[in-house]
């Protein structure tokens, strides 16, 4: 019950209880209904949890970018994976290709500077911009990571 717990648009606070805040309250459930709107805290704050048996708990949210297939572009690119923080700034990982495709990297980081999924994957299209037959298909996978 002492938990925090995120979720996509909003976080739960803490349970209330039977407290002074739910005296007024026209519902019968006296447990924690108080909501506010999550924001998108970036990379600079850290998501907080309190945990009773550690004064503070640090969480970021990161990445992984794992190329599932290609078009137009050497196979080689398959599977491998790249690490990005939530600003879609490059962590770990390096694609090895045959020539520059210094797009791919661009349009990934434009992508996730507007991602707002907190976790789960989905598989997503990135094209050259330069050349529309160029595509990269990728599996996003946001998670968080406990520090």
Same mark, same amino acid.
């Given at each position: @019950?002492? $938990?925090? &717990?995120?979720?996509? %648009? !909003?976080?739960?606070?803490?349970?209330?209880?039977? +407290? =002074?805040?739910?005296?007024?309250? *026209?519902?019968?459930?006296?447990?924690?209904? +108080?909501?506010?709107?999550?924001?998108? @805290?970036?990379? =600079?704050? *850290?998501? #907080?949890?309190?945990?009773? $048996?550690? $004064?503070? /708990?640090? /969480?970021?949210?990161? !990445?992984?970018? #794992?190329?599932?297939?290609? =078009? +137009? #572009?050497?196979?080689?690119?398959?599977?491998?994976?790249?690490?990005?923080? &939530?600003?879609?700034?490059? #962590?770990?990982?390096?694609?090895?290709?045959?020539?520059? @495709?210094?797009?791919?990297?661009?349009?990934?980081?434009?992508?996730?500077?507007? %991602?707002?999924?907190? *976790?789960?994957?989905?598989?997503?299209?990135? !094209?050259?911009?330069?050349?529309?037959?160029?595509?990269?298909?990728?599996?996003? /996978?946001? !998670?968080?990571?406990?520090?």
């Amino acid at each position: @019950m002492g $938990k925090r &717990v995120i979720e996509k %648009d !909003y976080h739960r606070l803490d349970p209330v209880g039977q +407290s =002074d805040v739910c005296a007024g309250c *026209s519902t019968a459930c006296k447990t924690s209904c +108080s909501r506010k709107l999550a924001h998108n @805290m970036g990379n =600079d704050v *850290s998501f #907080i949890f309190d945990d009773p $048996k550690e $004064k503070k /708990v640090v /969480v970021d949210r990161f !990445y992984d970018i #794992i190329v599932r297939d290609v =078009d +137009s #572009i050497p196979c080689s690119l398959k599977e491998q994976k790249l690490k990005y923080d &939530v600003d879609g700034k490059l #962590i770990e990982g390096e694609l090895t290709v045959p020539w520059p @495709m210094d797009w791919i990297y661009e349009v990934i980081s434009d992508y996730l500077e507007k %991602d707002s999924h907190l *976790s789960g994957s989905k598989l997503v299209n990135f !094209y050259n911009p330069e050349e529309e037959d160029q595509l990269v298909v990728c599996e996003v /996978v946001s !998670y968080i990571e406990r520090q």
